[in-house]
């Protein structure tokens, strides 16, 4: 490993929650109604969706996170901010690093939920 691999990295995504999510609630399902009918299958096919949209330029990642993210980081247009190894859950900090700044991911499953995440910095 480069010394590089112990930088900071920064980065945004969208959280999609699912029946298997490990909390189930969110800032725009408090209650969990939505999170617990949805299977991970359809999680994932929304999001590859909104992935969809975001890649052709017909929307915004931020736009679209702060619409249809699960996380609370969709008030700040799914913006997590600098984070280092070991401080997110091991898929997702795995896919953060193998990204290029301005690259998006495709869909990472964690115990959070489904995810895309694009490395900003």
Known sequence: MSSSSSDKVRA????????????????????GRIINSTTRDDAVAQLKSLRDDIVSGKSKFEDVASRYSD?????RGGDLGSFGRNQ????????????????ISDIVDTDSGVHIILRTC
């Open 88 to 103: 997110m859950q091991k898929p997702f900090e795995e896919a953060t690093y193998s990204l290029k700044v301005g690259e």
């Open 71 to 75: 996380c609370s980081s969709a008030k």
């Open 12 to 31: 945004s995504h969208i959280l999609i929650k699912h029946q298997g999510s490990r909390r189930k609630a969110s800032w725009k399902d408090p209650e």
